[in-house]
């Protein structure tokens, strides 16, 4: 049997890069799930970007075994691996061939990833440098598809590394799964430890934060011109009081996106029977206000909401926002007793949840808020019971 002793063969910066990546990355999946949680989201896929970054360089300029030319990318070696996986207890001091192809397929899938969500947090929010995008209404859905298929790949990746990762600690018993913890792993005897340089632990140390202050900074700065920022933002209050404090003097401000124009006539129609209620005498304004509601119906509008409704109304006349099937398809995992509950009492109150709703032309998500839910209602509406 070979001699073996245990060396040094992760460095701090390479270990503090894989434990970050894991943490960002699973926070990007559990993010994805919850629809208030997008700048969770934002915040961890840019973490995970300068991370990917760091990887890119540390690959050209780390420490030995952390180098690409250091990785086995022979297909013949990676067949005989797979071939061999319970037969031959080969100890590879770095990467072995299936790890040099999964560390690399995951960096490249996670670049991917990263920039797909980037671009599709521009075509299908309208936020940061990406916002032009959504002008056409063809990218939003093939970039969700790019990036979703780009995140799934890398899962499937992730988990076979997993698996193999397990089997070589436990049956190749080459402390793998331990070497990324404390940097060392079994070799044979005469191979040496590597010696970090000091540029090396100061460029890579120096990555690291800025990967941590990316992300803090992307969830406390979160309309910076690279995220937030919409182009064509407005606040109703500012822009037409008239209709901000007439309509919202009654109930919650509608914005005029979520309706589209044929149904707003319909609302419109007849200011004697606004639903049940006389407004001709009530607003004085009310020739004005329907004008600019009409001028700022959903098939004006690039924001993701007014494109759902223009969407899935066509044909329809729906004069109500609740019983548009966009409103519906985005409620359905809300259970129907949650609508009596003595803050919300109805639908139609649409800032019980929505902390800015009716304030500006954009309803973000991270701004829904369920504190006035108990946890067992709230987990009801999550678990989509």
């Known amino acids: 049997m070979e001699k073996k002793h245990k060396i040094y063969v992760w460095s701090k910066v390479t270990r503090l890069f894989h434990w970050g990546l894991v ?49 086995d990318f022979n297909l013949k070696d990676l067949l005989y691996y797979f071939f061999k996986l319970f037969k031959d207890k080969k100890l590879y001091i770095g ?3 299936a790890a040099s192809w999964a560390t690399f397929l995951l960096i490249i899938l996670g670049v991917f990833t990263t920039f797909s969500g980037w671009m599709l947090l521009g075509a299908q929010k309208v936020r940061g440098v990406w916002a032009f995008l959504a002008h056409d209404p063809t990218l939003t859905p093939l970039l969700l598809k790019v990036h979703v298929l780009g995140k799934n790949i890398m899962l499937s990746v992730a988990l076979i590394h997993i698996v193999g990762v397990l089997l070589e600690h436990f049956w190749h018993k080459t402390s793998i799964v331990t070497s990324m913890v404390d940097g060392y792993k079994f070799a044979p005897i005469g191979i040496k430890d590597i010696v970090p340089t000091k540029a090396q632990n100061h460029i890579g140390m120096g990555f690291l934060i800025l990967a941590f202050i990316t992300g803090v900074g992307v969830w406390k700065w979160n309309q910076s011109p690279l995220i937030g920022a919409h182009p064509d933002l407005i606040y109703y209050h500012k822009e037409f009081p008239e209709f901000a404090n007439e309509c919202s003097s009654c109930h919650a401000l509608m914005p005029p996106f979520l309706l589209t124009k044929k149904s707003w006539e319909v609302v419109l129609s007849d ?10 005498a009530k607003v004085p304004n009310l020739e004005s206000i329907k004008e ?15 494109k759902g409704v223009s969407e899935t109304s066509k044909g329809r006349n729906v004069y109500r926002v609740t019983r548009t099937k966009y409103w519906k398809d985005l409620h359905s995992s809300i259970p129907r007793e949650i609508y009596s509950h003595p803050y919300i009492k109805s639908q139609s109150r649409c800032d019980a949840c929505h902390n800015n709703f009716g304030v500006t032309n954009y309803i973000d998500n991270e701004d829904i808020t369920l504190k006035h839910l108990s946890l067992l209602e709230s987990l009801k509406i999550y678990l989509k019971l």
């Open 23 to 71: 943490a960002a990355f699973v926070t990007t999946l559990v993010s994805a799930k919850f629809s208030n949680a997008l700048l969770i989201h934002i915040s961890a896929g840019s973490t995970m970007g300068i991370l990917l970054s760091l990887r890119v360089l540390w690959g050209f300029t780390g420490p030995k075994y952390s180098r690409f030319k250091n990785f």
């Open 95 to 97: 990467h072995n061939p």
């Open 271 to 280: 200011p004697k029977d606004h639903f049940y209620e006389d407004i001709s």
């Open 292 to 306: 600019y509601i009409l001028a700022n119906s959903a098939e004006t509008s690039i924001n993701e909401l007014a």
